[in-house]
């Protein structure tokens, strides 16, 4: 088992500034990828932004250049910095765990970014 623990959205204006955090707790396992996923309403889930536990990163075009994803591995806790905010990125926003060794997935129960004047 795998628990994934969210915090950190909130309402900011457009131009502000974020930080998501999430911890992850329990069987973990090296290969693995972690990542933000966000669905708006009305939208299918996308991809955010992942990183390997090799190092590799990757961020959705939508967001490169504004958003950042980071690890570190003491904590066992994820972030995805989020600056320049636009109201099209009001989703609420998922923490995802990847096993590549076992293939499983879990996620996190999700927080609200929401992004308006």
């Known amino acids: 088992q795998v628990q994934l623990v969210e915090s950190g959205g909130g309402l900011v204006q457009p131009g502000g500034s974020l930080r998501l955090s999430c911890v992850i707790s329990?069987?973990?396992?090296?290969?693995?990828?972690m990542g933000w996923y966000r669905q708006a309403p009305g939208k299918e889930r996308e991809l955010v932004a992942a990183?390997?536990?090799?190092?590799?990163?990757n961020h959705a075009d939508s967001v490169k250049g504004r958003f950042t994803i980071s690890r570190d591995n003491a904590k066992n806790t994820i972030y995805l910095q989020m600056n320049s905010l636009k109201p099209e990125d009001t989703a609420v926003y998922y923490c995802h765990y990847h096993s590549r060794m076992f293939g499983y997935d879990y996620w996190g129960q999700g927080t609200q970014v929401t992004v308006s004047s």
């Open positions: 990183i390997i536990s090799g190092g590799n990163i």
């Open positions: 329990g069987s973990i396992f090296s290969p693995n990828v």
